[in-house]
Antibody
Framework: EAQLVESGGGLVQPGGSLRLSCAASGFAFSTYSMNWVRQAPGKGLEWISYISSGSSSIFYADSVKGRFTVSRDNAKNSVYLQMNSLRDEDTAVYYC???????????????WGQGILVTVSS | EIVLTQSPANLSLSPGESATLSCRAS??????LAWYQQKPGQAPRLVIH???NRATGIPARFSGRGSGTDYTLTISSLEPEDIGVYYC?????????FGGGTKVEIK
């Protein structure tokens, strides 16, 4: 069974940095594109980043472009989100999400992690 | 950026009733639309992809239709476990975006 587990969240001051990790298991990780989606408290879903299976294509939402960096290590079945220059409005539950289709991305998400809370506050 | 507008914001129905949720895009998404269900405290779950294709394990009472800018998700006979917030999402272009959600409650 496919599973995603996020880690690395917590409390950070404005302007600080945090690195999220997402460990995958139960599927051929290296063939799937991966995404990060966040959800501010009581709010809706916001897609923030995409990385293709081989890391050749990367996209970001404007709200995080220039501050967040997505990467992956297929040997470790993991995807990462480096978050710098954090702002109050980055406070959210962060989910990693797998593309529905391996080998040829369709940018819909059929497997999600449980989410990890990032709180940006002084 | 393609903006997805969902309506209604809230839907309260009795078990067995039919629920119709709407998602309107600011420009055509060419059928590249999905629906997700999110229950309280849980991660979202894919319900429908590519307008009308049910995801694995989704009951047949869920159906989707639409084209261009207008899409609907129908739950033909509401069950208590169908409560939650439903989001639409497109993949027509970058950035990917979600709608604001429709909260489905049972009377």
């Amino acid at each position: 069974e496919a599973q995603l587990v996020e880690s690395g969240g917590g409390l950070v001051q404005p302007g600080g940095s945090l690195r999220l990790s997402c460990a995958a298991s139960g599927f051929a990780f290296s063939t799937y594109s991966m995404n990060w989606v966040r959800q501010a408290p009581g709010k809706g879903l916001e897609w923030i980043s995409y990385i293709s299976s081989g890391s050749s294509s990367i996209f970001y939402a404007d709200s995080v472009k220039g501050r967040f960096t997505v990467s992956r290590d297929n040997a470790k079945n993991s995807v990462y989100l480096q978050m710098n220059s954090l702002r109050d409005e980055d406070t959210a539950v962060y989910y990693c999400a797998r593309d529905r289709r391996g080998g040829w991305p369709d940018n819909f998400f059929d497997c999600w992690g449980q989410g990890i809370l990032v709180t940006v506050s002084s | 950026e393609i903006v997805l507008t969902q309506s209604p914001a809230n839907l309260s129905l009795s078990p067995g009733e039919s629920a119709t949720l709407s998602c309107r895009a600011s420009q055509s998404v060419s059928g590249y639309l999905a629906w997700y269900q999110q229950k309280p405290g849980q991660a979202p779950r894919l319900v429908i992809h590519e307008t009308s294709n049910r995801a694995t394990g989704i009951p047949a009472r869920f159906s989707g239709r639409g084209s261009g800018t207008d899409y609907t998700l129908t739950i033909s006979s509401l069950e208590p476990e169908d409560i939650g917030v439903y989001y639409c999402q497109h993949r027509a272009d970058w950035p990917l975006t979600f709608g604001g959600g429709t909260k489905v409650e049972i009377k």
